[in-house]
């Protein structure tokens, strides 16, 4: 089975506080995908990743960066937190070629006070 | 360009009686389709997807979803409902391409109750 992990599944922080939220898979996928999600607004994509090192910014990349060392670790950070980045936050991994599906983590819910 | 509509935000049924979310897309290809469903305060799993094979597809926990290609539609229906079907479910379009990958379309949801 595919496993997606987040280091949290509960995160307060203060604003202007730097944050990092990190994912892991482990089923040597290419392609990794960070969204959020927010009542009424569905899913929307930050950033992705298709390879090391490699990421392309999403629907909504303003106030959050990435990183991608080793393939099997995407890293989300918000170099100063605000309270209108409080939201669930969602990891997922998904290989090139085939049907594309994505396997998501459990989620980190962030509170920014 | 693609697009995915749910057609209901909210669906309320009874236990034991049958369950239908619908779905339309848009594509200008064949694409791939997916549900997903997510339980509170968890992440997103896959249900069941289409990828061009059989246009009736049987996903976990009972459900599928037929694809029509003439109604640009892919519903997924379960025949009797149980109380742990209570979620969001996401209908979302796959990308046309591998240089498209981020452009994975995702519905709105709908919330599925289920009255005892």
């Known amino acids: 089975d595919v496993k997606v992990t987040q280091s949290s599944r509960y995160l307060v922080k203060r604003t202007g506080e730097k944050v990092f939220l990190e994912c892991v898979q482990d089923m040597d996928h290419e392609n990794m995908f960070w969204y959020r999600q927010d009542p009424g607004l569905g899913l929307r994509l930050i950033y992705f990743?298709?390879?090391?090192?490699?990421?392309e910014k999403g629907d909504i990349p303003e106030g959050y960066s990435v990183s991608r060392e080793k393939k099997e670790r995407f890293s989300l950070i918000l170099e100063s937190a605000s309270t209108n980045q409080t939201s669930m936050y969602l990891c997922?991994?998904?290989?090139?070629?085939?049907?594309?599906?994505?396997?998501f983590g459990p989620g980190t819910r962030l509170t920014v006070t | 360009a693609q697009s995915v509509t749910q057609l209901d935000s909210h669906v309320s049924v009874s236990e034991g009686t049958p369950v239908l979310l619908r779905c339309n897309y848009s594509s200008s290809y064949s694409p791939s389709l997916f549900w997903y469903v997510q339980h509170p305060n968890k992440g997103l799993q896959l249900l069941l997807k289409y990828t061009s094979a059989a246009t009736l597809v049987k996903g976990i926990n009972g459900f599928e979803a037929e694809f029509k290609k003439s109604e640009t539609s892919f519903h997924l229906t379960k025949p009797s409902a149980h109380m742990s079907d209570a979620a969001e479910y996401f209908c979302v379009v796959g990308p046309l391409t591998y240089s498209s990958a981020s452009k994975i379309i995702f519905g709105s949801g709908t919330r599925l109750s289920i009255r005892p």
């Open positions: 997922a991994s998904s290989l090139v070629g085939g049907s594309y599906e994505q396997y």
């Open positions: 990743s298709y390879d090391v090192k490699m990421k």
